[in-house]
């Protein structure tokens, strides 16, 4: 008898798996075209592009893990980088430098992070108090808040920051870019949220059956609230990066993320009926799918053409899992109960 | 081909399922002639519904072959057996309640004739002449969901019968209906079986269908324990057979002890679950609540636990009032729920054994935020151990266990939060014998121990085995109340369907 613990193994779980394959798709990008794969530059170029969508695919795992899913993730992202760049284009302007331009970005990102959160807790609402298809609810929401961006912009972009701005997106902190930095804080922040704390548990709980939550007392509309608008200020951020690395805001940039983000938490093993999903696979899907990126970069393969890919994985990763999980159940239930 | 029964309608041979480990039915032979009418008998849990499942092809056995009509059956499905003319009516009746009565009964004969549309007029002639052939009048044009349980059984007969059926199976047939409406259908199923349709009664309360059967057939842990004339057995020797034990436990009699009053309701009203329901309990007291499917029985316990919100009334546990129609307030006052379904209500099926016992317990075990990870695992497997859930992993997923083991689980995750009361909404609804023994003494302890336990069931020996007192509900209302002790099983089952 093992000794008792509420997680189950690595070795038997489908991260296990995933880094198996991430190891594998670097190993076939580099013998692909290793002079330019393995390049500095490349892989610079790498940790700068990723941690954008990589973000909004953690806002999108903490609700799949309740069964929800949050398709307004883009749209929340734009709307606050939006109103993150108004304040700074109204009140900083270009030409602002030394303690006002960062008194000015910190506003604009205390600012942008409560429009997440509000959009959030507007999701939250719809999905808890309402009872809407999350599905349904975010997709919904998802086009207010683009329209809302629109609306306020004009739909042009937003440009003209002080240069401090580009700290977020393009600065490297001891060699190591600073939006890379920041998804680290916030996967790890998400990981230790999911594991290690009551409200974490109750997420899983619910996911895995909502009815038996609610019979186990479990204040479910709060958790539901709270999930949502978790994901809101993660998508928030994802904005304020996209907005740093863009120099400018707009209200339909990134609009290939959202497919991407979602993938990217099915890749990672987090289970579309809620009940499981673990950071670590989440974080190891978005090193495989950017290396599959850059490689496809190389190879000179048309964006439409790769959005073409990104569906099709999608699919394939669905059903090999489904069929995985149905199997291993067959093959390991004897043993447990024997 | 040589088998001995060339003449049944319904020959299985050596029927045994496994499911994960779990021998569900284990060489069951089962033989029903055309026009004869079985009692299958067994408690919950017997793997009755295992073989009504294999029979009607649900479920693939393991081992065992299956004739119907003569023909060898494999690979059986619902559609093939249904087009053989096997026809389950289950407990629920899976009609469509917002469709007519002819368009139910006429559906799924013209599902099978391939019918590309939906003729009105042949479907109301359809419905008209079976409904005509039991002797029976209901309104061709009456939504399903309008008309009393007892009609809607009837139609559910009546679909069964346009598909020209020559076996219908009856799961549970008598648990919803009041003694006069038992006697009507007893009348249909006489009728039925003159015509030469056999009938299968599923239940493990068959006292009412023995006077129209032929044959008994008794299950007890996936293995059959008895088979013969329906006049060798009487409702003691069923129950004999049924549980392995001669007698039922001897009642605990009424409450004597003189502690205070523990929960107190006061007029609680839901029109259409209950009305004006009030009743007292006292500290230590285990009260049982009774009645018929749909006398509000369950409407009522999940009133108690905040799930349904009443219109009025009020609940006062230790003299402090609980906020009507709030689980979490509910649960805060320290009053537990172990509901009727374990599989969709009562417990997270994927995730593991500790897991599910520490849900309950999250709140206590968080210091500044965080989860005191070993504190909240070692209270779960302390209370796993107490209640003696037997387990080689508590890690593995809580769907490896068995009933019995289930229900603990279920129960460990309440009383590691220290309840003052606890409802148990069918505490040992698919459980083996052995296993029901022990709940029930774990209920038994659970009120020597001081806590207030509610018993919601309709399994008669359990309420007259465990309860100090038994509310009676009828139609919604308390009709009846009853000390321990002082009435036998026959009694209280009729002044439930009286």
């Given at each position: 008898m093992s000794g008792p613990r509420i997680e189950p193994k690595l070795v038997e779980s489908p991260e296990f798996r995933l880094a198996i394959i991430t190891v594998l798709v670097f190993v076939l990008m580099a013998a692909l075209s290793p002079e330019r794969f393995l390049s500095p530059q490349n892989l610079t170029s790498m940790a700068f592009q990723f941690p954008e969508f990589a973000i909004l695919a953690l806002a999108v795992t903490i609700t799949m893990m309740t069964g929800g899913i949050d398709l307004s993730v883009v749209g929340v992202a734009n709307l606050s980088a939006v109103v993150a760049a108004t304040i700074l284009t109204a009140?900083?302007?270009?030409g602002v430098v030394g303690a006002a331009a960062v008194m000015w970005l910190g506003i604009a990102v205390v600012a942008a992070m409560g429009v997440g959160a509000v959009a959030g807790f507007l999701n939250g609402i719809l999905v808890s108090r309402f009872g809407l298809p999350p599905i349904l609810a975010t997709l919904g929401s998802g086009l207010v808040f683009t329209g809302l961006a629109v609306a306020m912009t004009g739909g042009s972009a937003v440009m003209g920051f002080p240069a401090v701005v580009a700290v977020i997106g393009n600065a490297t902190l001891f060699y190591v870019p600073v939006p890379l930095i920041l998804f680290a804080l916030l996967a790890f922040g998400l990981h230790v949220l999911l594991t290690r704390t009551g409200f974490g548990l109750r997420v899983t709980m619910y996911g895995a059956n909502p009815l038996a939550a609610l019979f186990a007392a479990i204040d479910v509309d709060r958790v539901l609230l709270k999930v949502y608008v978790i994901a809101g200020m993660f998508s928030s951020v994802a904005g304020l990066v996209i907005m740093s690395r863009a120099n400018s805001a707009k209200a339909d940039y990134g609009s290939s993320y959202l497919l991407l983000a979602v993938l990217i938490a099915v890749l990672g093993g987090v289970n579309p009926y809620g009940g499981y999903g673990r950071v670590v696979g989440v974080v190891l899907a978005v090193l495989s799918m950017q290396f599959l990126s850059s490689g496809l970069n190389m190879l000179q393969v048309s964006n439409f053409a790769r959005e073409l890919i990104w569906g099709g994985l999608l699919l394939l990763v669905m059903v090999i899992n489904v069929t995985n999980w149905a199997g291993l159940r067959a093959r390991r239930a004897p043993a447990k109960s024997g | 081909m040589g088998s001995p029964d060339t003449d049944a309608l319904i020959e299985m041979r050596g029927i045994t399922k496994r499911y994960a480990g779990v021998?569900?039915?284990?060489?069951v032979d089962f033989v029903v002639a055309p026009g004869e009418a079985v009692c299958l008998a067994g408690e919950n849990g017997s793997g009755k519904s295992t073989l009504i499942k294999v029979l009607s092809g649900v479920e693939q056995p393991t081992e065992g072959t299956i004739r119907i009509g003569g023909e060898r059956m494999t690979g059986l499905t619902p559609r093939r057996a249904a087009a053989a003319g096997v026809l389950v009516i289950f407990q629920d009746f899976s009609l469509f309640p917002n469709l007519t009565v002819a368009e139910n009964i006429a559906f799924v004969s013209e599902l099978a004739e391939h019918r590309q549309f939906f003729n009105r007029r042949a479907a109301r002639e359809t419905a008209r002449r079976v409904l005509e052939r039991i002797g029976v009048d209901i309104p061709l044009d009456a939504r399903v969901e309008h008309l009393p349980v007892a009609h809607k059984q009837l139609v559910a007969i009546c679909r069964a019968l346009a598909c020209e059926a020559r076996l219908i199976i009856m799961d549970e047939?008598?648990?919803?209906?009041?003694e006069r409406e038992v006697r009507r259908l007893l009348g249909i199923i006489r009728l039925l079986k003159d015509e030469g349709v056999a009938v299968v009664f599923v239940s493990h309360k068959l006292a009412e269908v023995l006077e129209v059967s032929e044959k008994v057939v008794v299950l007890r842990n996936g293995r059959k324990v008895a088979e013969g004339p329906a006049e060798d057995f009487d409702a003691a020797s069923l129950t004999r057979h049924m549980t392995g034990r001669d007698v039922a436990r001897a009642s605990p009699g009424a409450f004597g002890g003189t502690a205070e009053t523990l929960l107190k309701v006061e007029a609680l009203n839901k029109p259409g679950s209950f009305s004006n329901v009030s009743f007292e309990m006292r500290r230590g007291e285990v009260l049982g609540i009774t009645g018929l499917l749909g006398s509000g029985r369950t409407s009522l316990a999940k009133a108690l636990f905040g799930l349904v919100a009443p219109d009025s009334g009020r609940i006062t546990l230790d003299g402090q009032n609980v906020p009507l129609g709030d689980p979490v307030a509910a649960a805060r006052a320290r009053i537990g729920y172990v509901p009727e379904d374990r599989l969709t209500e009562g417990l997270f099926l994927t995730q593991s054994i500790l897991r599910n016992v520490a849900v309950g317990r999250l709140d206590s075990h968080e210091r500044r935020g965080f989860l005191d990870m070993k504190a909240l695992i070692g209270e779960a497997g302390d209370w796993l151990t107490r209640l003696k859930v037997?387990?080689?992993?508590?890690?593995?997923?809580?769907?490896?266990?068995s009933g019995g083991n289930q229900q603990r689980v279920a129960l460990a995750r309440w009383l590691a939060r220290a309840p003052k009361m606890l409802i148990l909404n069918g505490p040992s609804v698919g459980v083996d014998v052995g296993s029901k023994a022990e709940i029930h003494d774990i209920i038994r302890d659970l009120g020597a121990q001081g806590l207030g336990v509610i018993v919601i069931s309709d399994d008669l020996p359990e309420l007259l085995a465990t309860c100090h007192r038994i509310l009676v509900m009828r139609g919604g209302e308390m009709v009846e109340e009853i000390e321990g002790g002082s009435i036998t099983e026959t009694e209280l089952a009729h002044k439930m369907a009286s």
């Open positions: 009140f900083a302007g270009a | 021998t569900a039915l284990d060489e047939p008598t648990t919803a209906l009041t037997k387990t080689p992993s508590l890690s593995a997923p809580v769907t490896s266990l």
